[in-house]
């Protein structure tokens, strides 16, 4: 029987999971289906319930349901439950509800599909302390780099995912600007930058070291200005695009047994953003 996949979010229209996921299953020959739903708040426990009798396989969820559809659930995979918030639910064989988190992982097979697996005891800069900062932290933690300082404009927000990672420091976002040297990883994940955003930097990044690593999760624009500075002083950039496809890739591998063709989906979506630029 054909097998039917969502993502649920309040706004949906936006969102490029379904055409990401349709292309893998006609790629990969996959009898299946996925569409946009939107859901708003207050529906969200009937949504699930829908979704349960109607025998979906699995669905995505995105803002704002991430936490709140744990009650929801049956079961929860460790880093989803560190994070307290789920993007994608299983049907298991036995019909159970499973939450897992792909954001995070899918950052860090991005990173390192960039730059590999020797750097993990390089000193990491998080920049921020949002909801997207905190699942990479901890999927870099669980990935086993073990040297993470979070800077954010509201400390006490780092400070909160270093206390519940037992590891690392929090710092300000000036304290981030004056000891730039001092990281060798910076992973940019404000919304710094974005085409409709307000805010083009987080800091300064007049003593950005060089030879550096710069990651940013904005992908539209590409290129953001994070990048492009740090690009001028000579680092290895990597772009947002590959986290959103990899946590997609992630999910799908979830529900269906195998990874997806990454590689071909970030050229896609890369020429649909109107870029021709690659991670480099
Ligand atoms: P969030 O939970 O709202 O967190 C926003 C973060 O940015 C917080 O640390 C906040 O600091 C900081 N911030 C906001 N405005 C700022 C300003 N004017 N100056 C300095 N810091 C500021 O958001 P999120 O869910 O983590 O998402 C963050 C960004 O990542 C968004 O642009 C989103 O589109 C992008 N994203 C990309 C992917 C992907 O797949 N590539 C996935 C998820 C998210 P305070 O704590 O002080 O408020």
Same mark, same amino acid.
């Given at each position: 029987?054909?097998?039917?996949?969502?993502?649920?979010?309040? @706004?949906?229209?936006?969102?490029?999971?379904?055409?990401?996921?349709?292309?893998?299953?006609? $790629?990969?020959?996959?009898?299946?289906?996925?569409?946009?739903?939107?859901?708003?708040?207050?529906?969200? +426990? +009937?949504?699930?319930?829908?979704?349960?009798? %109607?025998?979906?396989?699995?669905?995505?969820?995105?803002? @704002?349901?991430?936490?709140?559809?744990?009650?929801?659930?049956?079961?929860?995979?460790?880093?989803?439950?560190?994070?307290?918030?789920?993007?994608?639910?299983?049907?298991?064989?036995?019909?159970?509800?499973?939450?897992?988190?792909?954001? &995070?992982?899918?950052?860090?097979?991005?990173?390192?599909?960039?730059?590999?697996?020797?750097?993990?005891?390089?000193?990491?800069?998080?920049?921020?302390?949002?909801?997207?900062?905190?699942?990479?932290?901890?999927?870099?933690?669980?990935?086993?780099?073990?040297?993470?300082?979070?800077?954010?404009?509201?400390?006490?927000?780092? =400070?909160?995912?270093?206390? $519940?990672?037992?590891?690392?420091?929090?710092?300000?976002?000036?304290?981030?600007?004056?000891?730039?040297?001092?990281? $060798?990883?910076?992973?940019?994940?404000?919304?710094?930058?974005?085409?409709?955003?307000?805010?083009?930097? @987080?800091?300064?990044? $007049?003593?950005?070291?060089?030879?550096?690593?710069?990651?940013?999760?904005?992908?539209? @624009? %590409?290129?953001?200005?994070?990048? =492009?500075?740090?690009?001028?002083? &000579?680092?290895?950039?990597?772009?947002?695009? &590959?986290?959103?496809?990899?946590?997609?890739?992630?999910?799908?591998?979830?529900?269906?047994?195998?990874?997806?063709?990454?590689?071909?989906?970030?050229?896609?979506?890369?020429?649909?953003?109107?870029?021709?630029?690659?991670?480099?």
């Amino acid at each position: 029987m054909k097998k039917w996949f969502a993502v649920i979010g309040d @706004p949906i229209a936006q969102s490029k999971s379904p055409e990401m996921h349709n292309a893998w299953y006609e $790629e990969a020959n996959v009898d299946a289906t996925y569409i946009p739903i939107h859901v708003k708040p207050e529906h969200l +426990q +009937q949504a699930v319930a829908s979704f349960k009798l %109607l025998g979906t396989s699995g669905w995505n969820v995105t803002i @704002p349901h991430k936490q709140a559809i744990i009650p929801f659930l049956d079961e929860l995979d460790e880093l989803a439950e560190k994070m307290g918030a789920v993007n994608t639910v299983v049907r298991t064989a036995e019909g159970k509800l499973k939450g897992y988190n792909t954001d &995070g992982p899918g950052f860090v097979k991005s990173l390192e599909h960039v730059i590999g697996t020797t750097k993990r005891e390089a000193p990491v800069l998080l920049i921020g302390a949002g909801g997207a900062a905190r699942g990479i932290a901890f999927a870099l933690q669980l990935t086993g780099y073990t040297n993470i300082t979070i800077a954010n404009r509201t400390v006490e927000k780092a =400070q909160q995912i270093i206390d $519940e990672l037992h590891a690392g420091q929090a710092v300000s976002m000036q304290e981030a600007e004056q000891s730039l040297a001092n990281y $060798e990883i910076f992973i940019q994940t404000t919304p710094a930058g974005m085409t409709t955003g307000d805010f083009a930097l @987080p800091f300064s990044l $007049e003593k950005f070291p060089a030879g550096a690593i710069a990651a940013d999760i904005v992908y539209n @624009p %590409l290129m953001t200005p994070f990048l =492009q500075a740090a690009e001028q002083k &000579g680092a290895t950039i990597v772009n947002g695009l &590959g986290m959103f496809v990899h946590q997609g890739a992630i999910a799908y591998q979830h529900w269906l047994g195998h990874y997806p063709n990454t590689n071909a989906m970030i050229a896609r979506l890369t020429a649909q953003l109107g870029g021709n630029y690659v991670n480099r």
